[in-house]
């Protein structure tokens, strides 16, 4: 999927963490019904926060992670991830956060925050994001051997939903994949859209478009050049653009085996619904997705799961993703 991550290096990183060098977690005791902060130390000394929450009752369980998009916001602030969780109720719940972020970083819906923590604008990419998942997950094979029955269902959104992707690629416990807004093959079509869908409603003329389009295509080819970490374009690295327009969500998705249930609005201003259309027509094209790939196109609805009028769309979408888990039960 990303010429410059390559899944077997990370399946090798996995591995090498399983058996030699990962470290127990550092914990507070996981009860059953209530989250435990969890910290894991990466390579290179820093650490990785997440959090686990039990379902109270069932002795074994399954766990149900859930990916946020690209903001900078702590994942367990977000009242909206917990809602995301509960589509499968059964299943104890894990939260990864970004490197550089704490659940002490207020919620927040700017872009560009001013409190943004340096430690995540310089080191925020997509495929450190990866090899924290896997490297969480390879602890826990050890350290939740007792309660968890190594069943892994991942959900993802934006561009939690191109992290899941990959995640989904090499984590063998998985068995189930949601993803939404999940948009075009390449990161470069949804930004493009995005950018056209602004400049409209700002009602610039035709050379105007052209001009900053002009403009972002070239930010998209220095950060190429350089994948500088310390030059931050829109509240995100040269490093992190480069990653993210090198990522190949058609050549992710032909790897996962598992169901997935990809959803997506078919006004989404963010994210090309007509990108959306054609990977998935590629895949089948291919041979691929025809029997494990279930695409849901949401008509009227933005990136958010809402109308024109606003009116929020959400607790449907959700309760669809509940649905379609129940009558694909894990099997491990």
Sequence with gaps: MHPRLNPQA??????YCTLVLLPFPRIANDTDGGRT??????????????????????HRQPIVVVMQGSDCNSVVNNPRIREIADVAPTAAVLLVEKYGIT?????????????????????????????DYAQVVAALRRSASSWWNRRLIIIGGSEGSVIAEQVATI?????RLI????????FEDDVLHSVQQSMEEEGLDADARQEQIAKMQSMFKTALADRSPNDIVSGYSHAWWASMLSIDQLAALSQVAVPVLALQGSNDEEVSVEGA???????RSLGIGKSNIQYVEYAGLNHGFRDKSGTSHVDSVLGDMAKWLRERPTQR
Excluded: M, W
């Design 10 to 15: 990370l399946v090798l990183v996995v591995a």
């Design 37 to 58: 902060p969890h910290t894991l130390a990466r390579f290179d000394g820093s650490d990785i926060h997440y959090y686990l929450e039990k379902r109270p009752g069932a």
């Design 103 to 131: 659940d002490a970083l207020p919620l927040s819906k700017l872009v560009e925050r001013s409190d943004c923590p340096d430690a995540y604008l310089k080191n925020n990419r997509p495929e450190q994001r990866v090899i």
């Design 171 to 175: 984590v063998p416990e998985t068995e």
């Design 179 to 186: 993803i939404f807004g999940f948009g075009a093959r390449r």
């Design 277 to 283: 259309r054609a990977l998935i027509s590629q895949l």
